[in-house]
C-alpha cells in the first residue's frame, strides 16, 4: 500500500488554470504507475490520466486532451496535474491513485488512493 496525500485544489473562474499535487508515501514510489481520478456528486469516479512508472508515457480521457498535464518526479515521490482552460464540468473532487501497471483507466485497477482535493470551477 502507497500512502497519497493531494494537495492544491481550490474555487478557480472557468477558463482558468490550477495545479494538483500528490505526495506518495513510500520507498519504491518508480514501482508504480500513477492516475488520476475524478468524482462530481452523483457521479461515478471517472479517470482523468496515467502516467507510466518512468513518466514516459501518459494516457488521457478525451475531455481533458489538450487541457490537462500529468506529470510525476519519482526523485520527490510525486505527482502532478496542470489543469488549464477549466470549464465548470471539470468541478469535481479529484483523486490520485496507484496501480502496479499502467495503462489502466479504471478505478478498480488502483489499490492506493488518496483522500481526494476539491476543484470547483465557476462559470
Known amino acids: 500500500q502507497v500512502q497519497l496525500v493531494e494537495s492544491g485544489g481550490g474555487l478557480v473562474q472557468a477558463g482558468g488554470s490550477l495545479g494538483l499535487s500528490c505526495a506518495a508515501s513510500?520507498?519504491?514510489?518508480?514501482?508504480?504507475?500513477m492516475g488520476w481520478f475524478r468524482q462530481a456528486p452523483g457521479k461515478e469516479r471517472e479517470f482523468v490520466a496515467t502516467?507510466?512508472?518512468?513518466?514516459?508515457?501518459?494516457i488521457y480521457r478525451d475531455s481533458v486532451k489538450g487541457r490537462f498535464t500529468i506529470s510525476r518526479d519519482n526523485a520527490k515521490n510525486a505527482v502532478y496535474l496542470q489543469m488549464t482552460s477549466l470549464k465548470p464540468e471539470d468541478t469535481a473532487v479529484y483523486y490520485c491513485?496507484?496501480?502496479?501497471?499502467?495503462?489502466?483507466?479504471?478505478?478498480?485497477?488502483?489499490?492506493?488512493w488518496g483522500q481526494g482535493t476539491q476543484v470547483t470551477v465557476s462559470s
Open positions: 502516467i507510466s512508472k518512468s513518466g514516459r508515457s501518459t
Open positions: 513510500t520507498t519504491t514510489f518508480s514501482a508504480y504507475a
Open positions: 491513485a496507484a496501480s502496479l501497471n499502467y495503462a489502466l483507466t479504471a478505478p478498480f485497477n488502483y489499490k492506493s
